[in-house]
Each structure stands twice: as C-alpha cells, then as structure tokens.
C-alpha cells in the first residue's frame, strides 16, 4: 500500500552533483518527517540527512554537512536531496524514508524500503 522510490542516481566524477528524489505514495506525506539514508557495499545503511515534516529543519550527518542539501515538495508529495563536492567515499546505494526526527531514526513501523537509487563517484 505505501510505497516509495527513489531516483536520480548516477556515475559522476569526485567533485560533481547529483540531484536524488523520492516520491512516496500511499500515506499523507506531510504527517511524516522524512531522511535519506545510504549503503555502500560491505557497510551498514547509514543516515544522511533527514528534514522536519513542513520542511522548517534539518539535519546532516558530519561526512556530509555543508556539501549536501535535503529538501521536500508536500505538495508533489516529494523529497529530494541535493549532492555536490561528490567524494568517492559517497558511493552507495541511496534510500528514503519516514524517520523520527530526533536522530534520524526509520520509524519502526517503516517497513517499505523501496529499491534504492545508486550514485557512484569515480576519483
């Protein structure tokens, strides 16, 4: 019933941008606070970044601060996230989901982990 799927990734050079999106259907978008979370081959998934549910407040992971920007559409019912000064440690796969804002936690009751979207960066 609630689905999500990202989109947007890619092969780019160590220094490049990327525009991810996610849209989510089968929920009322802006009752949730969303994130983007990543996982690279022989890793954990990870945290990102994720944004309060009007969008007002955001966090970032340290390895990403300052390079990558989260933002959401609740009228389109989309979430995007801006990368730039892609580094090779970057690569992974790329999720989103409805989290708990304090901590950036997937919500417990998150069970619907779309396909990710994939963003390799070449040095």
């Known amino acids: 019933q609630v689905q999500v799927v990202e989109s947007g990734g890619g092969l780019v050079q160590a220094g490049g941008s990327l525009r991810l999106s996610c849209t989510a259907s089968g929920l009322i978008f802006s009752d949730y606070h969303m994130g983007w979370f990543r996982q690279a081959p022989g890793k954990e998934r990870e945290v990102v970044s994720c944004i309060l549910w009007n969008g007002a407040r955001s966090n970032y992971a340290d390895s990403v601060k300052g390079r990558f920007i989260i933002s959401r559409d609740n009228d389109k019912n989309m979430l995007y996230l801006e990368m730039n000064s892609l580094k090779p440690e970057d690569t992974a796969t790329y999720y989103c989901?409805?989290?708990?804002?304090?901590?950036?936690?997937?919500?417990?009751?998150?069970?619907?982990w779309g396909q990710g979207t994939q963003v390799t960066v070449s040095s």
């Open positions: 989901a409805a989290v708990e804002f304090a901590g950036c936690r997937p919500r417990s009751d998150f069970t619907y």
